[in-house]
């Protein structure tokens, strides 16, 4: 009989939420619970696109599916739709979206969900074009999301802020609009400026959007951005260049690219990494293929995320137990990666010292 290989220490999903961490890459679009959703639904009077048992496989809803994108995800339904019919289902979803109460009690349920995960601080990507009924009033989009995170912090759950997301598909004057109407209102809570979208359906956009990420980072906002996901390490080459990303969003594909990679260690730019919905939309077919450990051992800085729990069925405190024993994590590492969370984070200065020194503490007593 083969000798049988001994087995890893599993890491306590409970020990892992209780070490102070941060989420820095998530989209509130990506967290409505099934029950939020459907309250939603029923409150606007709208049918669901199908079953509520399988509303987040959007494989199965006509709508979302187009047929000539089949990026071969295979572990949850999302990867057989592709990026942009999942991004189709986000329309649809944040469409039921339409009074302040419902956009405040949304930022609420995400504050309580990233809690129950142990996370303490969270940059939260907001994209206003998936919210129809708010289009031509995205700040008064961010003023309601922000009453609600407000609230989730007066009774003490995650603090969190939020990253502007532009999509990537706008144009060059909608980010420049997006952009004079963040600076001229300045809404509270919005620390930063973002792009998503999927990478596919657009080319570069350094050249496009570098005026809005000038006037951004000029007003003092920060810059994060999509790229390296299902664009190749040209679109983090093209973030760091003409956007002045201070984080890449994913990034995961620069491993393709050894120079790149040595620049990201050098400028100690951290890549915001979400393994799950990495191979869950087809990146990659499974945890032991994923370049995450390779990142790590060259030195770039790394955090680990989940971008859209909801919808990819994951908790960040689950998803760090399956990446410790995908990659044979103990605990100093994911101590690490607590510490790192928080350091990449937009959080104020005096809420990173607090955590880190709450995390060194925890760790001088364990
Ligand atoms: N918006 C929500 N999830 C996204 C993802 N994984 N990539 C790009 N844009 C997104
Ligand atoms: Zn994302």
């Given amino acids: 009989m083969p000798a049988l290989a001994p087995a890893a220490v599993r890491i306590d999903e409970q020990d892992i939420r209780l070490l102070p961490k941060a989420e820095v890459h998530v989209h509130l679009e990506g967290t409505f619970a099934l029950v939020d959703l459907l309250r939603l639904a029923k409150e606007n009077g709208v049918a669901l696109p199908g079953p509520a048992a399988t509303i987040f496989d959007v494989s199965t809803h006509d709508a979302f599916v187009r047929p000539e994108i089949t990026t071969g995800g295979t572990a949850h339904g999302v990867g057989g739709a592709g990026l942009s019919g999942f991004l189709r289902f986000l329309d649809w979803q944040c469409g039921l979206v339409r009074t302040p109460e419902q956009a405040a009690r949304i930022a609420y349920a995400f504050a309580a969900r990233q809690t129950a995960s142990g996370i303490r601080y969270s940059d939260v990507i907001v994209n206003p074009t998936h919210w129809n009924a708010w289009h031509g009033r995205e700040i008064e989009l961010m003023q309601a999301l922000a009453a609600g995170l407000d609230e989730a912090e007066q009774d003490g759950l995650c603090v969190t802020n939020i990253a502007y997301s532009l999509l990537r598909t706008q144009t060059a004057i ?3 609009q997006a952009v004079a109407a963040l600076v001229g209102h300045r809404p509270s809570r919005v620390v930063a400026l973002s792009i998503d979208g999927d990478e596919k359906a657009s080319g570069p956009t350094g050249e496009k959007f570098r005026t809005a990420f000038r006037a951004a980072e000029a007003a003092g906002l920060h810059r994060t951005v999509h790229a390296g996901e299902s664009s190749g390490p040209a ?102 990666f607590a510490a790192e969370s928080i350091r990449a984070s937009f959080a104020d200065d005096d809420l990173k010292r607090d955590l880190l020194a709450e995390l060194s503490d925890l760790e001088v007593a364990t």
């Fill in 235 to 336: 679109g983090v080459w093209d973030a760091l260049d003409h956007l002045h990303a201070e984080r890449i969003d994913h990034g995961v594909r620069s491993i393709e690219d050894p120079v790149l990679v040595q620049r990201l260690v050098d400028e100690g730019i951290p890549l915001d990494v979400c393994p799950r919905s990495n191979i869950t939309l087809g990146l990659y077919p499974d945890w032991a293929s994923h370049p995450l450990p390779l990142l790590v051992e060259a030195g770039v800085r790394v955090t680990l995320n989940t971008d859209d729990p909801a919808p990819l069925a994951c908790t960040l405190d689950e998803d760090w137990a399956v990446a410790a024993g995908a990659f044979g994590y103990g605990r100093p590492e994911l101590v690490r």
């Fill in 174 to 176: 909608e980010a420049e």
